[in-house]
Nanobody, 122 residues
Framework: VQLQASGGGLVQAGSSLRLSCAVS????????IYWYQQAPGKQRELVAG???????NYADSVKGRFTISRDNAKNTVYLQMNSLKPEDTAVYYC?????????????????WGQGTLVTVSS
């Protein structure tokens, strides 16, 4: 299973970006998916998560500005980021809980994407 994140870039404060994370490989189902951010010199932090049914939740710092969504047919999750602030500058990683059949048993594993850099200038 591979996760490919894309959509980062350099933007001015107040701008918008949409990140994408495509999941590929052999699996049964993609369950919960998350976006994390890691700012320079800081620990990786959870930004948003979404269940397979589409229920999203957000860190307080992004509520009302970021929207997480998913397209199960395309095995892709999105993070729409509006009203970006300089403090949103970070590498953004997607993380997916994926279930797959191994020797007749359904197993669950977490996978990480490679990260995409978002830089917001003031």
């Amino acid at each position: 299973v591979q996760l490919q994140a894309s959509g980062g870039g350099l933007v001015q404060a107040g701008s918008s970006l949409r990140l994408s994370c495509a999941v590929s490989g052999t699996f049964f189902r993609i369950n919960d998916i998350y976006w994390y951010q890691q700012a320079p010199g800081k620990q990786r932090e959870l930004v948003a998560g979404i269940s397979r049914g589409g229920n999203g939740n957000y860190a307080d710092s992004v509520k009302g500005r970021f929207t997480i969504s998913r397209d199960n047919a395309k095995n892709t999750v999105y993070l729409q980021m509006n009203s970006l602030k300089p403090e949103d500058t970070a590498v953004y990683y997607c993380n997916a809980n994926v279930s797959a059949w191994y020797s007749g048993n359904l197993q669950y594993h977490d996978y990480w994407g490679q990260g995409t850099l978002v830089t917001v200038s003031s």
